[in-house]
Nanobody, 124 residues
């Protein structure tokens, strides 16, 4: 089992940057594929980015490609989401998620572990 705690959210102007962090507890962090999802008010939670256990593969939703970068640091049991060129439509609560598998997927139902979320607000 793993516990996840996100941080780094905040208010930023359009075109700005934020770096989200997700700290994971437990000694088996390297066993988990990690992902970021987001949920805007009145909308369903959507996939943003994911990274494999060994960091050899990443995957992004089309709307953030070229702007967001997911990475992980196994020594620190952490996963990050660097967000550049932010747009008002990126405003949402961002969640970190983990699944004990080598395969990264984009659906919420296959991720058993979730953080509490961190708010990102992008003003125009």
């Amino acid at each position: 089992q793993v516990q996840l705690v996100e941080s780094g959210g905040g208010l930023v102007q359009a075109g700005g940057s934020l770096r989200l962090s997700c700290a994971a507890s437990g000694r088996t962090f390297s066993s988990y594929a990690m992902a970021w999802f987001r949920q805007a008010p009145g909308k369903e939670r959507e996939f943003v980015a994911a990274i494999t256990r060994s960091s050899d593969n990443t995957y992004y939703v089309d709307s953030v490609k070229g702007r967001f970068t997911i990475s992980r640091d196994s020594a620190k049991n952490a996963v990050y989401l660097q967000m550049n060129s932010l747009k008002p439509e990126d405003t949402a609560v961002y969640y970190c998620a983990a699944r004990p598998s080598p395969v990264i997927l984009t659906t919420t139902s296959v991720y058993p572990y979730w953080g509490q979320g961190t708010q990102v607000t992008v003003s125009s």
